[in-house]
C-alpha cells in the first residue's frame, strides 16, 4: 500500500461462487459502523480535503459556477380550471418554487421549500392538483433520503387540509373528480415484512380527504401484488376508469390493469403482464378512448387505441406506427378551438427533440417548430376547464446553451413563441456545438454532442460523460459545469451510450446484461475519437459518471487505465458480485443480472470493476463522491474501491492519487443549489488540476 493513504486492512477473504474464487479483502468497509469503517472514513475526509483545498483556482470557479446556475429554471405550466402551476427557480433560490397564477392573471407561491425548512435540506418530490384546481398533493423528503411525505393543501389558503401521511416514496396519485377522493400508492408498513424487506412493496389505496387511512380502500387485482415493486394509477377525467401499471424492480415491461369506478371497490381487468414483455403507458382520455403508448411490436414506440371495455391486445388499432429514425416520447391531446383535437406526439431523433401533429384518425398534420438542437423538459396542454388556452402547446425547452424556459405553440397562427425565459440573467461563454458520429469497436455508429471553445485549436483538455443504461437518455440540456469547463479552454463531450434510450428499447438492450460490455466500448471509443480528431490527449482526458454512469467510468479506468487521465466516479455502482444485497439493489437485476444464476454472475464477474483492480497499475487520478444519506446506492461500493485502488495503484500520490469525498444530509438526487455548487467545484477542479486545465 502507499504510504501516504490511510491504513486500510486487506481481508484474506475469498469465496468459491459458481466455480469462481472471488476475492473480498475490503468486506468489512460495508458496515459504516465499524470502527475501523469510521477511522477509515475520517482519514480519508482529512486527505481529501487537504488535496483539493490547495487546488488553484477554486474560489473563481465557485463564482463562476454560481453565476451560471443563477440563470434559474421555469416549468412549463400545468393547468386545472384556469388555475396556472408551475415551478421556478429564481436567482439566490436554493430549491424551484411552486408558483399558482389565478385566472386574473395574479400569481403567488404557493410551495417554497426553503420556507417550510431554512437549512435547504427539505425537497420537493412531487407535486399534483386536483382536477377543480382546489388542492394540491405534494410530497417532502428531508436530507436526501427520498422517502417523501404526502401532504394534501388547499390552494386557496395554502393550508394543509389533514394530517401526513407517511411511506410515500416513488409513489403515484390520481385525483378523482370533486377533489375529495384519490388513489394513491403506498409502501406497507415494516411489521408486515421480514426486517430490510419494506422498499420492494407497495399497495394501492383510495383515499378520501379528512379520514384516517386505516379506512382507505385496498384496491387489489388478478397478480397485483404478487411480484411488483412499483405502481402507476390513472383516473380518467370523467372519473370512470381507472388505469395501473406496474413494474418488477426496473425491469421495462409493463403490466397493465384497468377498472370501472364506481362507490364500489373496483375490480381490475389485466390488459398486459410481465409475459408480454412490452412497455406501456395508458391512460382514458377525453374521448372516452383508451390509448396506448406502448413498444408492442415496436422497440421505438407507436401509439395505439382502443375501447376501454375491451383493452386487450387483440382489440388494439394503431394510431401512429413506429418511426424507423426517432423515439416516441410522449401524446398530448391539443383540443382546437372551433374543431377536431390534434395529437401532439413528441419524439426524440437522435436524442434531439422533435414535435409532429396528428389527427385522432393517426393522419400526420404538421410539425410544430421548435428552437433548435435541444430537449423537452416539459410538454403540456389546458385541461379542457380552461378554454380560453384551447389550441396552445407549452413546451419546456433547453439545449447545450440554454437555461430551462417555457415556449408556447399557438395552432391558430403555427408558430412557436418564447413565453417565459429562466429568470436569472446569466453571461452564457461563447461557444462551438457540435453533434458528432463515430464508430464503437463492434462497427455501430455512436453519437455524442460535444462543447468546444470557438476558437479551439489543437489538443485541449476534455471530460467525457454519459450514462448508458436503464434505457435512460441523455440529452443536450443546459449544463453549468460544462460551460464552465469549456470557457476554462477545455472541451465537453456527452456521449449516446448504448444501454440508454436514446435510439430506442433495442439500443437499451443492446447495452444491458449480457451486452453490458458495449457500454464501456463505446465510451472507449467515444474517447479515442476526441483523441484521433485532434481535441485531446490521453493524458488530458478526464470522465466523470454518476450512478450507473459511476459504474460505466469504474469499469472504464479499469480496463484502459492508459486512455484516462483522471476520473469523476459519483454515487458508484462498483461491487457487481454483491450489489443486489445493498439499498435497492435487487430491484436492478434485470438490467445487471442476478450473482444467483451462474451464467448471469459470469457476466457482473466480467468487468465488475472492484474486481479488476489490479496491482502494479498506474491508474488515473480519481475522485470518489458519496453522499451517506444515499438510499439507492450505498456509499460502500466507493469505499471498497477506493481502499482497493490506494493499494494497488503505482501512481504518485500527487499527481495520480484516489481519493474519496463524502457529504452528510444529503442523498442521490435532488439538493440545494449552493451544495450543487460545492460539489461541482470539488469535482472539476479535481479534474482540471489533473488534465492541465487552468481554471479561469
Not at 405553440?409 to 457540435?434: H, I, K, Y
Not at 448508458?468 to 441523455?474: D, K, N, T
Not at 447495452?511 to 472507449?524: E, M, P, T
Not at 444530509?665 to 482540471?688: E, I, N, W
Request: net charge negative; proline share 7%.
Amino acid at each position: 500500500m502507499n504510504a501516504p493513504y490511510p491504513d486500510a486492512e486487506r481481508l484474506d477473504l475469498v469465496e468459491e461462487l459458481h466455480g469462481h474464487r472471488v476475492a473480498d479483502p475490503y468486506r468489512w468497509l460495508e458496515d459504516p459502523d465499524d470502527p475501523r469503517t469510521r477511522a477509515w472514513s475520517a482519514a480519508q475526509d482529512e486527505l481529501t480535503g487537504e488535496h483539493l483545498g490547495r487546488i488553484p483556482g477554486r474560489d473563481r470557479l465557485a463564482t463562476r459556477l454560481s453565476e451560471l446556475m443563477s440563470a434559474g429554471s421555469v416549468s412549463a405550466p400545468l393547468w386545472r380550471a384556469g388555475r396556472r402551476f408551475a415551478t421556478r427557480r429564481a436567482p439566490g433560490q436554493e430549491h424551484a418554487v411552486l408558483h399558482v397564477r389565478e385566472p386574473d392573471g395574479t400569481e403567488r407561491v404557493l410551495l417554497d421549500p426553503v420556507a417550510i425548512d431554512p437549512t435547504g435540506r427539505t425537497t420537493l418530490d412531487g407535486w399534483v392538483p386536483d382536477l377543480e384546481g382546489r388542492r394540491l398533493a405534494y410530497q417532502l423528503s428531508t436530507g436526501g433520503d427520498e422517502h417523501s411525505v404526502l401532504h394534501v393543501l388547499d390552494v386557496a389558503t395554502g393550508e394543509d387540509v389533514e394530517e401526513p401521511i407517511d411511506r410515500c416514496r416513488y409513489s403515484d396519485v390520481a385525483w378523482l373528480p370533486g377533489g375529495e377522493e384519490y388513489v394513491f400508492v403506498r409502501m406497507v408498513a415494516e411489521d408486515e415484512v421480514p426486517p430490510g424487506e419494506q422498499a420492494f412493496h407497495r399497495r394501492i389505496w383510495r383515499h378520501r380527504i379528512g379520514r384516517p387511512t386505516s379506512e382507505d380502500e385496498l384496491i387489489d387485482g388478478p397478480g397485483l401484488y404478487e411480484d411488483h415493486t412499483y405502481y402507476g394509477v390513472h383516473v380518467a377525467r370523467d372519473g370512470g376508469w381507472l388505469v395501473v401499471t406496474g413494474n418488477i424492480g426496473t425491469a421495462r415491461r409493463d403490466s397493465v390493469w384497468i377498472a370501472e369506478l364506481g362507490e364500489r371497490t373496483p375490480k381490475l381487468t389485466p390488459v398486459l403482464t410481465q409475459a408480454d414483455d412490452v412497455q406501456c403507458h395508458a391512460w382514458v382520455d377525453r374521448d372516452g378512448l383508451l390509448y396506448l403508448h406502448t413498444t408492442d411490436g415496436a422497440p421505438r414506440w407507436r401509439l395505439a387505441v382502443t375501447d376501454p371495455r375491451t383493452p386487450t391486445r387483440e382489440h388494439w388499432r394503431e394510431l401512429v406506427p413506429e418511426d424507423p429514425g426517432s423515439v416516441l416520447q410522449a401524446v398530448r391531446r391539443l383540443e382546437r378551438p372551433d374543431g377536431a383535437p390534434l395529437l401532439a406526439l413528441a419524439r426524440a431523433r437522435h436524442a434531439v427533440a422533435e414535435v409532429v401533429l396528428h389527427e385522432l384518425d393517426g393522419a400526420r398534420y404538421g410539425e410544430v417548430p421548435l428552437p433548435g438542437t435541444g430537449t423537452l423538459t416539459g410538454f403540456s396542454v389546458a385541461d379542457r376547464d380552461t378554454p380560453s388556452e384551447a389550441g396552445r402547446l407549452w413546451l419546456g425547452w433547453t439545449d447545450l446553451v440554454t437555461p430551462p424556459e417555457v415556449h408556447r405553440f399557438d395552432l391558430a397562427t403555427g408558430t412557436t413563441v418564447r413565453e417565459e425565459g429562466a429568470p436569472g440573467s446569466v453571461d452564457v461563454p461563447e461557444v462551438r456545438t457540435e453533434h458528432r458520429a463515430f464508430t464503437s469497436a463492434d462497427g455501430t455508429t455512436v453519437r455524442m454532442f460535444v462543447i468546444s471553445p470557438p476558437d479551439a485549436d489543437g489538443p485541449r483538455p476534455a471530460l467525457v460523460t454519459g450514462y448508458g443504461g436503464f434505457g435512460i437518455s441523455r440529452e443536450p440540456a443546459y449544463t453549468a459545469s460544462a460551460l464552465a469547463w469549456v470557457e476554462a479552454g477545455g472541451t465537453f463531450a456527452l456521449v449516446s451510450l448504448r444501454g440508454g434510450g436514446e435510439e430506442g428499447e433495442e439500443w437499451h438492450l443492446a447495452g444491458n446484461r449480457a451486452n453490458k460490455q458495449n457500454v464501456f466500448d463505446d465510451l472507449h471509443a467515444a474517447a479515442t475519437a476526441l483523441i484521433d480528431a485532434g481535441d485531446t490527449t490521453a493524458d488530458r482526458l478526464a470522465i466523470m459518471g454518476g450512478s450507473n454512469g459511476g459504474l460505466l467510468v469504474g469499469a472504464a479506468l479499469t480496463q484502459r487505465p492508459d486512455l484516462y487521465r483522471a476520473v469523476v466516479c459519483s454515487a458508484p455502482l462498483l461491487d457487481m458480485v454483491r450489489y443486489e444485497e445493498f439499498s435497492l439493489g435487487r430491484t436492478w437485476n434485470d438490467e445487471y443480472g442476478t450473482a444467483a444464476d451462474p451464467t448471469e454472475f459470469a457476466w457482473l464477474l466480467n468487468y465488475s470493476p472492484y474486481h479488476h483492480v489490479e496491482e502494479g497499475v498506474v491508474y488515473p487520478a480519481v475522485l470518489f463522491t458519496v453522499f451517506d444519506s444515499d438510499t439507492r446506492v450505498d456509499p460502500l461500493h466507493a469505499r471498497k474501491m477506493c481502499a482497493a485502488l490506494q493499494h494497488a495503484t503505482t501512481g504518485d500520490p500527487q499527481t495520480r492519487p484516489i481519493l474519496i469525498r463524502r457529504e452528510t444530509d444529503v442523498g442521490h438526487g435532488a439538493r440545494a443549489v449552493s451544495r450543487s455548487v460545492a460539489l461541482a467545484v470539488d469535482q472539476l477542479s479535481f479534474l482540471a488540476a489533473h488534465t492541465g486545465l487552468e481554471l479561469k
